[in-house]
């Protein structure tokens, strides 16, 4: 894999398709496009997965709450992607059991639900994860006896899957690197390059890591994939005057994360807000559990979000209701994490709707500039939804006399990087044996399920950095399976190029750790300076940026409420 600084020299010239913005979309958009044979550049201005990427709910899901507003098309699409994407990325994308209370007095009663659990196994064509049943009460306090089980009618239990999104994005883009992509990370684009009639020719593209230095791309087609900032992508071809209309509603959401042992739960729980009735779960992590979301309006610059004392409070005191004899309290949050939902729909169009009743479905727009740009969706639906914009591109690519000689990218059955040679039986045991066997027992059994788990077969390559230097399987938090390795693998083989990528995108540390990440924050800057060739400054600089993302996380405990 070339490093951030290769790729960062490797850019320039020309391109088939420029693709801007490194989420799941954008990443999804390039594994596609280079699949086909098209020559690809992507620039991501930040990391890989900066943006909502990383700051979903983890769900590959057909999203049961959306049968009820009636969007079964999206509902279809979603499960036949869910399992797609359980082929794909057996080690990232696995079953969840979610429960489903039904108390006395409850919104809704137990044969509605029953009907749509049909609805929704039906709609997976019955290849769900494992097909639905009913608990009773008795069931229910046996499987989950943290939830309150007075009033409780029911539940019915049915499947979704659990994901890393920064991940899947990572090992998306990966995949698009290892078919000759450019993957530029710390590239941010700062205007469109346009011919003489008006179309958009390319951009030209900031050095954000390094510098400053800028590069012209040059683009048959160039493909606005930037999520929340997708008005301020278009906003850069505007002619003064002209302005563009607004495409999104953008609406925030957060999770918070708390300890297992505070909030024991075995499946995912479906919860409606004992205030307003909005739908959210709890979710089991491990050793962690983590509840979330809100849905509410946001403006201002993505960069920006964060959760509120307001939020954070919302999911504690729907938590409470569910949990009563497992009240969790402000002090027991170890994280928040904070997403803007890039939802299409002019602001005007949507005023007075809820934030939750606006539709997920995603829209592609072709500009008179050329600009292609993609909108909305979910990160279950990305690889389909990437398909629809490379075929847009392609269009495109035929009216200029391009495009030919392609090939079908066959997404749908080529499996990430981290799936290739996954055992047909899905036995993450078995993988685990195999990294531990790989690192010559120098790997403990708990940290090689940890690397199978994340990464896939990949998992091996990192067991041979610690046959080779045993130093590296040197644990960076006491207690918890993340190793120093990981951090070298990150620098050498995943485009990380600061402390945050690795803390935040790499390994789950800022979300997992109590402190975290904190306490091992001086041992990962100094692996990466090692690897990237940091000097001191950068490397405090590093650490500085570091701690004031951990800040922002944790601004909502300064305020009053
Ligand atoms: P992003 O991931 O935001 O990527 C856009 C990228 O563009 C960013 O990385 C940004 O840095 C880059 N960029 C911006 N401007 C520039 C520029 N000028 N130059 C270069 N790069 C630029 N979906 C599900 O399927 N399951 C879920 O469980 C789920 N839960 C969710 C929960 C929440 C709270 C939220 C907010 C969303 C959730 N979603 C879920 C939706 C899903 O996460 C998003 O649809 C998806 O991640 C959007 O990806 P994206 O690539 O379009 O945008």
Known sequence: MPTRREMWERLGGDVDVLVVGGGITGSGIARDAVRRGLSVALVEMNDLAYGTSSRSSKLVHGGLRYLEQGELAMVFESVSERRILMDLAPHLVNPLGFLFPVYKGSRHNLFVI??????????????????????????????????DQKGLKGAPLYYDCSTDDARLTLETAIDAADQGAIVCTGAKVKRFLKGEDGRIRGALVEDTLHGGGTKEVRAKVVIN??????????????????????????TKGIHIVVDAAKLPVKHAVVCFHPTDERVLFALPWGDRTYVGTTDTDFEGDPKDVAATLEDVDYLIDASNAYFPNHKIAREDVIATWAGLRPLVAPPEKTAGMSESDVSREHEILVGRDGLITIAGGKLTTYRRMSAEVVDTAVKLLRMQ???????????DESPLPGGQGWPEDDDHDAVAKRVRAASEDRLEPDVARHLADNYGMRAMAIAKLVKEDPGLAHRLVAGRPEILAQVTYAATDELAASVTDVMVRRTQLFYRDVDQGLGCLDAVAHELARRLGWDERTQRAMCDAYRAEVALARRWKTEIR
Do not use: C
């Open 401 to 411: 006399g391009g495009a030919k000689g392609l090939k079908p990218s066959r997404t």
């Open 114 to 147: 029953n009907t749509g659990m049909w609805l929704y196994d039906g709609l997976s064509l019955f290849r769900s994860p494992k097909i639905h049943k009913n608990l009773k009460p008795k069931d229910v306090a046996e499987l989950e006896p943290a939830l």
């Open 225 to 250: 994939a930037t999520g929340p900032w997708t008005d301020a992508t278009r906003a850069l071809s505007s002619i003064p005057g002209q302005e563009h209309k607004k495409v999104l509603r953008p």
